[in-house]
């Protein structure tokens, strides 16, 4: 079979699709319209096919995955390596593996010449690991899973040859192992029999933390030194975050994200033989601490990131501090990310963001000061066409702030727009400054889109978080509602032309607001979204069982809160229902059964409601293949238009 490349053809009928966006950028350039014009939803969607590099350590090779089709246009996902020369890439490349014998979900270098991959079998989409040879190709296997999941835990800079690798099994066993990439040979250095999710090992070998989750609590477990066994030492509930990072060089203590007797997560410094004290490194007054950036040739912690209304960084090293300010005036100031380095830090793998960019990733040598950019263009649509986000706070009727985000439509005067409002999916995620392609379609359409953080999500604080806790449908919904209020008051938006989109958590307010605030919304679309509480709450994963009781506190338990589910459980309103609907639902998505929603549907289209459902294959993260979506994102560009009486400039 033979491998081709995909170049701007990610969606398939490519050629078309870019002839058109070339046509409409050429017609735009000459019109002294300031609109731009209408591009195909195909070019929202097009992204670069190659992604995740990743530079060895030596900075002699890059490894990179490609998107491409086969020979009978089944799509592939192949794993590259391609030479570095004095900090530039060599035009050729080499394709080491693809997916005929397993789905690539992952790689990372051991060393300059052996590639760690996660490959997900195709009978029971389990992921093992195996070693690949970068010059030859020769494959070695490190593990299988077997009752449970294998995962890659470090890749042990200081052995040249061994990597630590867990595997769980049916009995609750996590087994510690150290596998030799040339051949596979396994030893067991360590085992826990509780869930364990994470195992984090010390530069000495000897220190080393075990990270459970056990029921609703995360408890961690050390070893100190070669006498002592595993023991634990540190129990906390699901309101704190506690999430040991690494350890510190030659020492027993580790970097911590932790908000143990705070508001906001911090970056702190943690040893197990004293669990109750931290060491503050950092913290916000606003924002929750998410990550830090770690130099192995310096030994020391770069950075500290968190999520202002961009993303922000707390520097402890003035070179990566310099590194930083110098790249954002190369990159005009979009969102960076310093992804890898080689060992001795000449090299690095940048990669971008912005509202109006997709995304790339560059090649930045520091010796000549180069930067090449490592990604493929994509730009179906000029940048100028893209509407930019622009960070937004309004008070929540209980006068708690909100923060979010209003994309205006390029060439439209902010006043009296159609407008969509937008919750992000995840009722414990947040929305943040980036290119979104379903915000930019919008707006390329003439929609204003608001994306709020309401109560509940993250990155501000416990408070903030446990505020959403029993709230769907209540005060999270009225900060949903609010948003759409302050459009209105603001005058951006025509009090009668506003919708709600929504996907998973987003669909369920699309279809409350549709129920709870009637009138408010003049159309509303529900991707994938839960209609009856009840049934979210009893088709939580089996493996979930554990936290339940978590489960029962944030979103609500059927016995103690049933008035409150069923109060706010839209399934039970339909009565109430006279907004039109647009409900797509993947035809496998165990958290919202097939015959729920089509039950559903069959009674409002009773009841006298418009309501238009599709449903495709697909599981709860939404239909299953780039066609299928695509067609939903027409019809639903289509069922805005027709409802919000959308009339093109």
Not at 134 to 156: F, Y
Request: glycine share 10%; with cysteine.
């Amino acid at each position: 079979m033979k491998f081709k490349r995909r170049r701007k053809d990610w969606l398939g009928k490519a050629d078309v699709v870019v002839l058109i966006c070339l046509l409409f950028a050429i017609y735009w350039a000459l019109s002294t319209n300031t609109r731009p014009p209408l591009y195909p939803v195909e070019a929202f969607f097009a992204l670069s096919p190659r992604t995740d590099f990743q530079i060895s350590r030596d900075g002699k090779h890059l490894g990179y995955i490609e998107s491409g089709v086969d020979t009978d246009g089944t799509p592939l996902r192949g794993l590259f390596v391609q030479s570095v020369i004095a900090g530039t890439p060599d035009a050729a490349a080499r394709r080491i593996s693809d997916e005929r014998d397993g789905a690539i979900k992952g790689y990372a270098w051991k060393d300059s010449s052996t590639l760690l991959v996660y490959k997900e079998m195709r009978e029971n989409r389990l992921v093992r690991i195996i070693a690949i040879d970068a010059g030859t190709g020769r494959s070695t296997s490190l593990a299988m899973p077997q009752d449970g999941p294998v995962r890659l835990e470090d890749i042990l800079l200081h052995d040249p040859h061994r990597v630590l690798i867990s595997r769980d099994g049916a009995d609750g066993v996590s087994t510690l192992m150290q596998v030799d990439v040339r051949d596979g040979q396994q030893t067991e250095i360590a085992a826990l029999p509780e869930n364990v999710i994470a195992w984090i090992e010390g530069d000495t070998g000897l220190a080393r933390t075990a990270i459970s989750r056990i029921g609703s609590d995360l408890w961690i477990y050390a070893q100190q030194d070669a006498e002592s066994g595993l023991r634990a030492v540190l129990t906390v509930d699901f309101r704190t975050v506690f999430q040991p990072i690494r350890y510190a060089p030659g020492s027993g203590s580790l970097y911590v994200l932790s908000n143990r007797n705070r508001d906001k997560v911090a970056l702190v410094k943690w040893n197990p033989g004293s669990p109750d004290a931290e060491e503050l490194l950092f913290a916000s007054e606003s924002f929750d601490v998410t990550g830090m950036d770690y130099s192995e040739g310096r030994a020391q912690v770069d950075s500290a990131s968190y999520r202002d209304s961009r993303l922000a960084y707390h520097f402890f090293a003035a070179k990566s501090e310099l590194l930083h300010r110098k790249l954002r005036q190369r990159l005009d100031d979009r969102e960076l990310v310093l992804s890898g380095s080689n060992a001795d830090e000449t090299l690095y793998i940048v990669r971008t963001s912005g509202d109006r960019d997709p995304g790339g990733e560059y090649l930045y040598y520091a010796p000549t000061d180069t930067l090449t950019k490592l990604t493929l263009d994509t730009e179906l649509i000029p940048p100028a066409a893209l509407a930019g986000m622009q960070p937004v706070a309004y008070a929540a009727r209980d006068g708690r702030d909100i923060e979010g985000y209003l994309t205006l439509p390029v060439g439209l005067e902010a006043k009296s727009l159609p407008c969509i409002v937008m919750p992000h999916r995840n009722p414990w995620g947040r929305d943040r400054w980036e290119y979104n392609p379903i915000v930019q379609l919008f707006a390329n359409r003439g929609y204003c889109v608001m994306q709020m953080n309401y109560r509940g999500s993250a990155g501000y604080g416990r408070a903030f978080r446990e505020a959403g806790f029993g709230q769907w449908g209540l005060e999270m919904q009225d900060d949903i509602t609010d948003a759409a209020n302050w459009l209105i008051a603001t005058g951006v938006a025509d009090a009668n032309r506003i919708g709600i989109f929504g996907m998973n958590y987003g669909g369920y307010a699309a279809i409350a607001g549709a129920a709870f605030t009637p009138g408010m919304y003049g159309a509303a679309v529900s991707y994938g979204g839960m209609a009856n509480l009840f049934t979210t709450y009893a088709t939580v994963p089996h493996e979930w069982d554990g936290i339940l009781p978590m489960i029962g506190e944030v979103l609500g338990d059927p016995i103690r809160d049933k008035g409150r589910l069923v109060a706010t459980s839209p399934i039970f309103h339909l009565d109430r229902i006279r907004t039109p609907l647009f409900i797509a639902h993947g035809q496998s998505d165990a958290r919202v059964p097939r015959a729920e929603i089509a039950s559903m549907v069959r009674l409002l289209r009773q009841s006298g409601a418009q309501v238009k459902y599709m449903t495709k294959p697909g599981d709860h993260g939404g239909f299953s293949s780039a066609s299928d979506k695509l067609q939903f994102y027409h019809s639903m560009v289509q069922f805005f238009d027709s409802k919000l009486a959308f009339v093109q400039e």
